[in-house]
């Protein structure tokens, strides 16, 4: 009895850890995209990397593939507009130097503007 107990804790723990999907990274001319997972298999987030640096465009998704925010980043620092999706709003959020310069929040029925400056 004792094995089998082994036994099935081995073969769950084995379940378990497989469902780990390791990162993929392909080289693309002189920057690297990479590739993350959530444990069911989607695509968590993909963008690229540039000497070591988060560089270009980047994506996030949830877990059941939805776009959550799609950004940039030059050398690692946010550059530009970055947009953060959620149930029932878009947010548009401009990028200097890497601080918040301005942040717009649309929905079905208003716009909100916010400066940060």
Same mark, same amino acid.
């Given at each position: 009895?004792?094995? /089998?107990?082994?036994?099935?804790?081995? #073969?769950?723990?084995?379940?378990?850890?497989?469902?780990?999907?390791?990162?993929?990274? @392909?080289?693309?001319?002189?920057? #690297? +995209?990479?590739?993350? /997972? /959530?444990?069911?298999?989607?695509?968590?987030? @993909?963008?690229?990397? +540039?000497?070591?640096? #988060?560089?270009?465009?980047?994506?996030?998704?949830? @877990?059941?593939?939805?776009?959550?925010?799609?950004? &940039?980043?030059?050398?690692?620092? !946010?550059?530009?507009?970055?947009?953060?999706?959620?149930?029932?709003?878009?947010? &548009? #959020?401009? /990028?200097?130097?890497?601080?918040?310069? &301005?942040? !717009?929040?649309?929905?079905? !029925?208003? &716009?909100?503007?916010?400066?940060?400056?």
């Amino acid at each position: 009895m004792k094995k /089998y107990i082994i036994l099935g804790a081995l #073969v769950f723990s084995g379940v378990v850890f497989a469902q780990n999907i390791e990162p993929k990274y @392909e080289i693309q001319g002189n920057l #690297v +995209k990479a590739t993350y /997972y /959530y444990d069911n298999g989607q695509i968590k987030q @993909e963008g690229f990397y +540039k000497d070591g640096k #988060v560089h270009g465009k980047w994506i996030s998704y949830n @877990e059941v593939g939805s776009k959550i925010s799609l950004g &940039e980043f030059t050398d690692g620092a !946010k550059t530009g507009k970055w947009f953060f999706w959620n149930d029932n709003s878009l947010n &548009e #959020v401009d /990028y200097s130097d890497s601080r918040i310069a &301005e942040v !717009k929040k649309w929905s079905a !029925k208003t &716009e909100t503007l916010v400066n940060r400056n």
